[in-house]
């Protein structure tokens, strides 16, 4: 503990660099910080340097999409070097469900700064916004105004939160936006950015500006780049904290690796509270012990909407513990690449958490029903028929939360999923 040559100040310094190199709650802003995704960096790379090409990044909530798609001119212009100006123009928005198709271009064109002289030798004087009468913007208009942007300067366009955008017609008028952009070859790219499993989810007219587009699926993160994330954070505060060093053992990093399920926010969250709790230890090296420690602290700053679906969920009268035993196990099955899984995955994980041989699908299988309904916060949903019936969890982040709480009330053994001692 904190004693005379090590004052408490010296520990929240220490802290303060750790909530730093960690970053659970926010996209990835810089390179430096960013781990793996080589191969949807390339594909978005390659979608900037075809002309008339635009891309659209979809996955799971919470998989990265947004922090790839906001590096990628950092990736082609190494901009994290303070003394290069930027290359790209790179103007971002997020739709909301009362967004339309005039409201987000006049918001890419008011992130659009012009200037008194050509060039970013000039000063500032306005943005393209300003440009605008009040005629409801289409797509003809956004053409020509990208037209003649794009000859002076590259431009990068990033329209996220896309699945949030309900009105019909201004879907259809984005798609349009993108054929004509391609037809026409205009330089400038955009990225459509949003939450779907597949590429028609997100843009139904996807078939009519399927050359155009370029599809960038990002998956649920691999081990390496779990890992990759941990490395990054440690290395980063270790280059800011001038007497004190962090490292991991290789049980930690497992750990943290098998509790974050490919998703990357708890991949910071846990390395984040781990480092804290080592921190506060004054131990350089953080163990498992550490980790735990931080599994209690992460899970209890889950999301008020993550806690109150779980309360509903596993809420019974009766004093009978089953339905949050089979939401565990649930959480612990492993699913298909969108996340899905059959009542016969959560079989094992649930004979193990209930020390049983081996327990009958019909057992459970009424929970995983009432898992789906707006009495149990619908914390899951299904799919198929009445033979090949499959769920998944409805938010992606529910599912390590559930076994981060199972963990931390000490409701199951770790064991069950030690990932240096399976036990299968
Ligand atoms: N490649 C990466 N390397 C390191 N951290 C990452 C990476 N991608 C994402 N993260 C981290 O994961 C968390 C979620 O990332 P991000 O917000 O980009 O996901 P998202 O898919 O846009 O989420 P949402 O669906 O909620 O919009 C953030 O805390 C971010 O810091
Ligand atoms: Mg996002």
């Known amino acids: 503990m904190a004693n005379e040559e090590n004052p408490p100040s010296s520990i929240y310094n220490r802290i303060a660099i750790a909530g730093g190199a960690f970053s659970p709650s926010a996209p990835i802003s810089r390179v430096t910080l960013f781990a793996g995704r080589h191969q949807q960096v390339m594909r978005s790379i390659d979608v900037v340097y075809r002309r008339g090409q635009h891309g659209i990044i979809f996955g799971e909530r919470g998989v990265g999409k947004t922090s790839m798609a906001n590096l990628i001119a950092d990736f082609i212009s190494r901009s994290d070097k303070v003394d290069v100006p930027p290359r790209f123009l790179t103007p971002r928005v997020n739709c909301t469900a009362s967004s339309d198709y005039d409201s987000i271009w006049r918001e890419v064109f008011g992130r659009i700064p012009y200037f008194e002289n050509s060039g970013e030798t000039g000063l500032a004087i306005g943005n393209f916004a300003s440009k605008l009468n009040d005629k409801k913007l289409d797509p003809g208009t956004v053409q020509n105004l990208l037209e003649a942007i794009s000859s002076q300067r590259d431009l990068i366009i990033v329209i996220d939160e896309f699945d949030r955008l309900r009105d019909t017609k201004s879907r259809r008028l984005m798609a349009d936006t993108l054929k004509t952009l391609s037809d026409h070859s205009i330089d400038a790219t955009i990225f459509l950015v949003g939450v779907a499993d597949t590429v028609d989810q997100l843009i139904a007219e996807h078939q009519s500006v399927a050359r155009s587009m370029m599809q960038i699926q990002m998956q649920r993160m691999e081990d390496d780049e779990i890992k990759e994330i941990v490395q990054k954070g440690l290395d ?130 009424n929970h995983l029903e009432e898992f789906c309904e707006s009495k149990r916060g619908t914390v899951l949903e299904k799919r198929g028929g009445k033979n090949r019936l499959r769920y998944r969890f409805t938010d992606s982040l529910m599912a390590p939360y559930v076994i981060m709480r199972a963990l931390a009330e000490g409701k199951i053994d770790p064991n069950v999923l030690n990932p240096s001692r399976p036990t299968a």
Not at 288 to 297: A, E, P, T, W
Not at 328 to 334: R, S, T
Request: proline content about 3%; overall charge neutral.
């Open 236 to 365: 980063r505060f270790n280059s800011q904290s001038e007497d004190f060093r962090l490292r991991a053992t290789d049980e930690a990093v497992a750990w943290i690796t098998t509790l974050a399920r490919g998703l990357p926010h708890y991949a910071h969250l846990l390395a984040q509270k781990a480092c804290y709790a080592a921190i506060q230890g004054e131990q350089p090296e953080i163990s498992l012990n550490h980790v735990m420690q931080g599994v209690s602290s992460a899970h209890d700053e889950a999301h008020q909407s993550t806690l109150s679906s779980y309360g509903a969920a596993v809420y019974s009268a009766h004093k009978n513990a089953t339905l949050a035993e089979t939401l565990v196990a649930c959480a612990l099955a492993d699913t298909d690449s969108l996340g899905f899984f059959a009542p016969r995955d959560v079989q094992k994980p649930l004979s193990r958490i209930r020390k049983k041989k081996m327990l009958q699908i019909a057992s459970f299988s």
